[in-house]
């Protein structure tokens, strides 16, 4: 059984802090790495994807992939009120047909004040 | 309209009820999915088509059908649903069926008393 493993929180962080979110995978063919956004009662939320070991940064964000660790991580700087959410990470499976996500079950963050 | 639309986006249906969901996307896509969502659980991926053909049935039960006639929409139809059946169904399509870079709708949120 192929599984992405997210710490389900809440991550409470204060505003202007860091946030730190983990992410590990059992799929050692496992070539793309993706987090969705889902605010409560809301669809996911593409916001970043990552296909290299190392750092991706898009503004506020940045990912880490160690595909010999088997993790992928989402950084938040300067953590706002609006970035509360529940972040899911999403890894493909490789397949014969081409890659099949697997998502983790995510981890609720909240940003206080 | 722009994006994935879901309609209806809230449904209560009895067990012996027929009832279907429908997506449309906008974004000239090839790819459609249908995603279940239970509470605390992982994103479990149900089918997936390209360019009309089905080319993921995730063993989903045969209380659920898809139906694709062409390319921007995509269906579920329900029938003899179980409370366990409850969840969010989130309709996703992206340009080919291995870009993994989804988009989602907003869901249609079922319940089954």
């Known amino acids: 059984q192929k599984e992405v493993e997210q710490n389900s929180g809440p991550l409470s962080v204060p505003e202007g802090a860091i946030a730190s979110l983990n992410c590990t995978y059992s799929?050692?063919?496992?070539?793309?790495f993706f987090w969705y956004r889902q605010y409560s009662g809301k669809s996911p939320e593409l916001i970043m994807f990552i296909y290299s070991n190392g750092d991706k940064e898009d503004g506020r964000f940045t990912a880490q992939l160690n595909k010999a660790s088997q993790y992928v991580s989402l950084l938040i700087r300067d953590s706002q009120p609006s970035d509360s959410a529940t972040y899911l990470c999403a890894v493909t499976a490789t397949t014969d047909s081409g890659g099949k996500l697997q998502f983790g079950a995510g981890t609720q963050v909240v940003v206080t004040p | 309209e722009t994006g994935v639309t879901q309609t209806p986006r809230h449904l209560v249906m009895g067990m012996t009820n027929k009832k279907s969901l429908k997506c449309e996307q906008h974004?000239?896509?090839?790819?459609m999915y249908w995603y279940k969502q239970s509470a605390k659980k992982p994103l479990e991926l149900m089918f997936v088509?390209?360019?009309?053909?089905?080319?993921e049935n995730n063993s989903v039960p045969s209380r659920f059908s898809p139906e694709c006639p062409n390319s921007s929409h995509l269906f579920l139809h329900l029938h003899t649903l179980q409370p366990e059946d409850s969840a969010l169904y989130l309709c996703?399509?992206?340009?080919?069926?291995?870009?993994?870079?989804?988009?989602f709708g907003p869901g249609t949120r079922l319940t089954v008393l």
């Open positions: 974004l000239g896509h090839n790819a």
């Open positions: 799929d050692r063919g496992s070539q793309s």
């Open positions: 088509y390209n360019f009309k053909e089905q080319t």
């Open positions: 996703a399509s992206s340009l080919w069926d291995f870009d993994n870079e989804q988009f």
